[in-house]
């Protein structure tokens, strides 16, 4: 057996029961009995699998004691900056455990190395910019190479965002032995996207998700080089997002005006770490519609409906005849954009239920006057379009739901278009429909990991590409990324990681890696291990089927 074929064997020693049985489909009493693959990958547990990767056979140990991460002398960012000197620090832990006797980075005494052993991983940033006080951006460039050879590995990258991900490569190229020894194979990569916007969107109003489960799950992100936190931070059930400007929003419309809140400290936190991860922050405050919670705090803010000419006591979607809506609209989107410093805001649009517009004289009054006839279409566009117009004004780009393209509302050319509806013909036919206009565009729609079911639907998650659609090469050019979504309806902070990983990993590497990486048998060995290592840096990530890792997750 080849030395590399070794390592990969020895890397997580994962078991496969060969008599169990894949159920894919809901009644396990029909299905065929299917044995996994049990071929070992020859890129070991590389995830997301770079663009190019050569792994010889040549191993060089490493040893905790004498191992350091440094700055190249050539290198833009030095000791100042932060960024990778915490990344430095978290990734030798992450290699090491608590263990080691020397940090990275560190300096003394050191005894002498053996002619096969690898002492140092040099991190050079070649841009006079680095980037390091910067936050990421869809524009950045998150491209590295790796070389690990003698005398030092070296991990060049234009940018901070490129080195954070090499280091995360070089993480995962470090693999014990038999006897529990460090090693690592002489290797040559080169990486970088195939999509610029890989994110995951959580829901912290349907459940409230307490700020340390949120940071594990960014921690987790940058595992998978996912890119963009997607928050939708409010939504009918609850408003837990503390506005400065409006406090009484989060102490009506919140669960609990206290323990069910994010404080300005709280947002700032996670901002901060998501940066330092190389992770952007879009929050999603979305309207008309799904603004129950925002009501409560708000004094006519949503339409009130009526039950033939009397009230009925309830509210439907934000009033879009009031002046007022949009004045309150201008300072809460105004305080938005200085606290959320990414340059784009997801401001929703869909599903908005016309019913109670329908029912109240005022709003059918308003319709007469501007000529709208029945077609509530035109009275959600013209609320759309002063929305627009406002956060135009806060120098913000915008993220919007498919339904306000579809309802023909006028954009800006940089608007992103974001898909979720449909089964695939539809969805494909969107992409295209939006593409062809001119649009920039996001895919959710194969990607809604709060729909489970029994069995490995993770393999349909990374047989989904974002690009397969009929266009021109220009309109795939317009295909920026997408999403995976974990609506918060059955999830909270005892559910959400397990579920979200390593199924959301399928995504990761679909959005990460070259089009033609598609072996759904590779995959499965490499994110079996991958799924591990997760589990072993403390990630309760759910198994892909039957197997054992290791180190097992030893529970909270």
Not at 342 to 353: M, R
Request: aromatic fraction near 12%; hydrophobic fraction near 35%; glycine fraction near 8%.
């Amino acid at each position: 057996m080849g030395t590399c074929t070794k390592f990969v064997v020895l890397l997580l020693a994962l078991g496969f029961s060969l008599g169990a049985r894949f159920n894919d489909i809901e009644d396990p009493q029909e299905e065929e009995l299917t044995k996994p693959v049990l071929e070992t990958s020859k890129f070991g547990s590389l995830w997301p699998l770079p663009q190019e990767v050569q792994i010889s056979e040549v191993v060089f140990k490493i040893v905790s004691s004498r191992f350091r991460i440094t700055d190249a002398k050539e290198s833009s960012a030095g000791p100042s900056c932060s960024l990778l000197q915490n990344a430095y620090r978290r990734y030798y832990e992450y290699m090491f455990g608590g263990g080691g006797k020397r940090q990275a980075g560190g300096r003394g005494r050191r005894a002498m190395a053996g002619p096969s052993e690898l002492t140092e991983l040099q991190v050079w940033i070649t841009s006079a910019d680095s980037d390091c006080d910067a936050y990421p951006a869809v524009t950045s460039d998150e491209s590295y190479e790796l070389t690990v050879d003698l005398p030092f590995a070296v991990l060049k990258a234009p940018k901070v965002w490129g080195a954070l991900h090499g280091l995360e490569t070089f993480s995962q190229l470090v693999y014990e032995d038999e006897y529990g020894a460090k090693n690592i194979n002489a290797t040559t990569i080169n990486d970088f996207p195939r999509f610029a916007h890989r994110g995951i969107l959580l829901d912290s109003s349907r459940h409230f998700l307490p700020i340390k489960v949120i940071l594990a799950n960014l921690e987790t992100m940058a595992w998978n080089k996912f890119n963009v936190f997607h928050w939708h931070i409010v939504d009918d059930q609850s408003f837990p997002y503390l506005s400065q400007t409006f406090p009484q929003l989060s102490q009506q419309g919140a669960y609990h005006p206290y323990t069910h809140v994010y404080t300005p400290a709280d947002v700032k936190m996670v901002i901060e770490y998501a940066r330092l991860r190389g992770i952007r922050v879009v929050p999603e405050f979305d309207t008309p519609g799904h603004t129950q919670s925002w009501g409560k705090g708000q004094k006519d803010l949503l339409t009130p409906c009526y039950t033939g000419a009397v009230p009925s006591g309830t509210f439907g979607p934000v009033n879009p005849i009031l002046n007022t809506t949009y004045d309150f609209m201008s300072q809460f989107f105004k305080e938005i954009s200085m606290v959320f410093p990414d340059t784009y805001i997801h401001l929703g649009g869909d599903e908005v239920d016309f019913t109670c517009w329908k029912s109240n004289p005022d709003v059918q009054k308003f319709m007469t006057q501007q000529g709208f006839g029945q077609d509530y279409t035109k009275l959600e566009s013209f609320y759309i379009q002063r929305l627009l117009n406002i956060v135009t004004t806060t120098q913000k780009g915008y993220v919007i739901w498919q339904e306000v393209f579809d309802n023909g509302v006028k954009l800006k050319p940089d608007t992103i278009i974001h898909v979720w509806k449909g089964n695939k013909q539809q969805y494909q036919s969107e992409m295209a429909n939006v593409t062809s206009s001119g649009y920039q565009t996001l895919l959710s729609t194969p990607w809604y990991l709060n729909h489970i079911s029994y069995g490995q639907d993770w393999k349909g998650f990374y047989q989904a590409d974002p690009q397969d659609f009929d266009g021109t090469e220009k309109q795939k050019k317009l295909v920026i990324g997408g999403e995976a979504c974990l609506w918060g309806e059955y999830v909270d902070a005892t559910n959400l990681t397990p579920r979200l990983w390593p199924r959301a990993s399928a995504v990761g590497e679909r959005l990460w890696s070259d089009k033609s990486v598609t072996d759904i048998n590779d995959a499965y060995n490499r994110l079996s291990a991958h799924r591990c290592r997760m589990v072993e840096r403390g990630i309760p990530a759910e198994p892909l089927f039957s197997s054992f890792c290791p180190r097992e997750y030893k529970g909270i």
